[in-house]
């Protein structure tokens, strides 16, 4: 028995394991507060992002793209 307890009091008096557990709840609050933040603005930012999304219907292309015109000279020299 007296063993356990000696076991038991330097396990209790063992400070190298402590600031992993503290990473541990931090990473736990930060993914907590995510989740949150997710679930009260998510659907908020989804319509927003649809609602932008739906403004750019026009396609804006480059010159000669997909008209089978060259767009420019082509010659090289830049005139």
Do not use: H
């Not at 307890?5 to 209790?12: G, H, M, N, T, V």
């Not at 009260?40 to 930012?45: L, P």
């Not at 396609?59 to 000669?64: C, K, S």
């Amino acid at each position: 028995m007296n063993k356990l307890s000696a076991l038991l009091i330097k396990l209790r008096q063992d400070e190298r394991g402590l600031s992993t557990v503290e990473y541990v709840v931090l990473l736990v609050l930060i993914v907590a507060m995510a989740v949150a933040a997710w679930n009260t603005f998510g659907k908020s930012v989804n319509s927003k992002l649809t609602e932008a999304s739906g403004s750019f219907g026009t396609t804006v292309t480059a010159p000669g793209v997909g008209t089978g015109e060259s767009g420019g000279g082509g010659d090289g020299e830049g005139k």
